[in-house]
């Protein structure tokens, strides 16, 4: 792909790649004011006292990530809204690093206020920015992204220049690394990783927590990023915090 991004934005870039190779937060606020699966670091958004903390490990320039986005994040929302669920965001530089890394500064310039309403739009206009990166006009698609959250050219450049965030985007993504995370999207909930494995009775794969398949009276969950799907894990995760 031919890239033309901010002059600014190269060299901290560059820094941040060598360290990107080792692997494919924002801050939520005061020690009190994050549950007991966060650090410093990560976005969330939803209610600290949720019964379910649902932690997502992404890249916007992951295309796994952006289908999860679209089939999921609708019925997460709702989740989330009716406080079931707090989403724990961790930044990943997975896919092309570069596009993740600027578009995860972009979001961070933003404010933390804002910052889930950025990366939504970024997993929806991912194919818009391959395609604009391709023809060397990634910058470009970036900053009419940064013009509808609202900030200036001026504020663009800086954003897109900021030595601050690059290190700080490249130390999750190296946290991650270290911590097994080798795939985007990745869960964990509630303090356990989610992950897809073949189901015990060999009939497909399904969604495990830990070394436990997830099941219900529909059966095993299959590991698909439907609504559905998500809905089912969080209600098994849900019912297994009250008991």
């Known amino acids: 792909m031919a890239f033309n991004l901010a002059r600014s934005f190269i060299p901290a870039f560059a820094a941040a790649t060598a360290l990107a190779l080792a692997a494919c937060g924002g801050n939520s606020g ?6 007991e699966f966060e650090r410093e670091g990560d976005f969330a958004r939803g209610s ?6 649902f932690i997502e490990y992404g890249s916007t320039a992951c295309g ?46 933003a404010g933390e206020e804002r910052y889930f309403d950025v990366v939504d739009v970024l997993f929806e ?13 990634a910058r470009q698609q970036f900053q009419t992204i ?23 985007i490249n130390e ?17 909930i509630n303090g356990e990783r989610v992950e897809p494995n073949r189901a015990p009775d060999g009939s497909g794969v399904v969604y495990f927590a830990g070394n436990t398949a997830i099941e219900d ?25 009250e008991e």
């Open 217 to 241: 009276d529909q059966g095993f969950v299959p590991a698909q990023f439907t609504g559905d799907t998500f809905s089912r894990i969080i209600e098994y995760f849900r019912s297994r915090a």
């Open 125 to 137: 206009q991912q194919q818009a920015i391959f395609m604009a990166a391709q023809r060397g006009q």
């Open 30 to 35: 005061a020690a009190d004011g994050r549950t």
């Open 64 to 109: 796994g990530c952006a289908a999860f986005h679209a089939g999921v994040y609708p019925t997460l929302n709702q989740y989330i809204e009716d406080g079931t669920v707090r989403l724990v965001f961790r930044e990943m530089l997975t896919g092309s690093a570069e596009l993740a890394l600027a578009g995860f500064m972009l979001a961070r310039c």
């Open 172 to 188: 999750a993504n190296q946290r991650a690394a270290r911590e097994g995370i080798n795939a985007t999207p990745s869960f964990i």
């Open 146 to 168: 940064a013009r509808s959250a609202g900030l200036s050219d001026q504020e663009f450049r800086a954003c897109m220049s900021d030595e601050s965030a690059v290190e700080a």
């Open 48 to 53: 600290v006292d949720a019964p379910v903390v």
